[in-house]
T-cell receptor, first 115, second 116 residues
C-alpha cells in the first residue's frame, strides 16, 4: 500500500492566488515527521517545511504553511500569494521514527503558476 | 542548514565505465544518504552511508554496483560501476542531523548522469 499519496499530478494556478497541495499518508508509527520539498527544473531538491506528529501547531515558514490534520492523516502544503518562481515539482515525504531516518516519498505534484 | 556540494554536477559516460560522485558538507552531520531520481520519477533511496563501516543498501541495490565510502562526518562518495544506459539518472546526496537537529533533511544539487 502507498504510504504517501499525492493525488494531484499537476496543477495550474493564477499568480498571487493561494495554492493547496494535497498529501495523505499512512503509518502505524505514533511518532513520525512530514516533509515538503520543492524541485525546480534545475533539479535541486529544496527543503521547505517540516511537521512532527507531536507538534501542537501547524508548521509555517514564510509563505509556506502546513495544514496538518492528524486524524485524517493529511499534511497539505499551502502556499500563499503564489509567484511565478513557485512553478516546480513539489514532493511530500514521511519519516517514521524507527526508519533510521529514511524518507518515504510521494509521487509529486507539478505546479505551474500562470501570469 | 547545511551547504552541500556534489562533484561532478553532470557527466556523460560510456557504457561499461565507472563514475565516482563526491558529496561534501560544510558541517558535521549525523546521517548521509544517496538517492537516485530517474526521469519523471520520485526519489529512490540507494543506501545510507555509514561512517567508517559498510553502507546499508536498500532492496535492489548492491555494493558491487554502487560502492559507497564515508570516511568522516562531512564527506561521502558513491561510485556507479559498470554503467549501462539504465543508470542514467540524477544522483543526490542527502544529509540530516546538522548541528544535532534531525527535523530537517537537506539535499545536494545532484549529479546528472547520462550513460551512452
Amino acid at each position: 500500500a502507498q504510504k504517501i499519496t499525492q493525488t494531484q499530478p499537476g496543477m495550474f494556478v493564477q499568480e498571487k492566488e493561494a495554492v493547496t497541495l494535497d498529501c495523505t499518508y499512512d503509518t502505524s508509527d505514533p511518532s513520525y515527521g512530514l516533509f515538503w520539498y520543492k524541485q525546480p527544473s534545475s533539479g535541486e531538491m529544496i527543503f521547505l517545511i517540516y511537521q512532527g506528529s507531536y507538534d501542537q501547531q501547524n508548521a509555517t515558514e514564510g509563505r509556506y504553511s502546513l495544514n496538518f490534520q492528524k486524524a485524517r492523516k493529511s499534511a497539505n502544503l499551502v502556499i500563499s500569494a503564489s509567484q511565478l518562481g513557485d512553478s516546480a515539482m513539489y514532493f511530500c515525504a514521511m519519516r517514521e521514527v524507527d526508519s533510521n531516518y529514511q524518507l518515504i516519498w510521494g509521487a509529486g505534484t507539478k505546479l505551474i503558476i500562470k501570469p | 542548514s547545511a551547504v552541500i556540494s556534489q562533484k561532478p554536477s553532470r557527466d556523460i559516460c560510456q557504457r561499461g565505465t565507472s563514475l565516482t560522485i563526491q558529496c561534501q558538507v560544510d558541517s558535521q552531520v549525523t546521517m548521509m544518504f544517496w538517492y537516485r531520481q530517474q526521469p519523471g520519477q520520485s526519489l529512490t533511496l540507494i543506501a545510507t552511508a555509514n561512517q567508517g563501516s559498510e553502507a546499508t543498501y536498500e532492496s535492489g541495490f548492491v555494493i558491487d554496483k554502487f560502492p559507497i565510502s564515508r570516511p568522516n562526518l562531512t564527506f561521502s562518495t558513491l561510485t556507479v560501476s559498470n554503467m549501462s544506459p539504465e543508470d542514467s539518472s540524477i544522483y543526490l546526496c542527502s544529509v540530516t542531523g546538522v548541528g544535532g537537529v534531525d527535523n530537517e533533511q537537506f539535499f545536494g544539487p545532484g549529479t546528472r548522469l547520462t550513460v551512452l
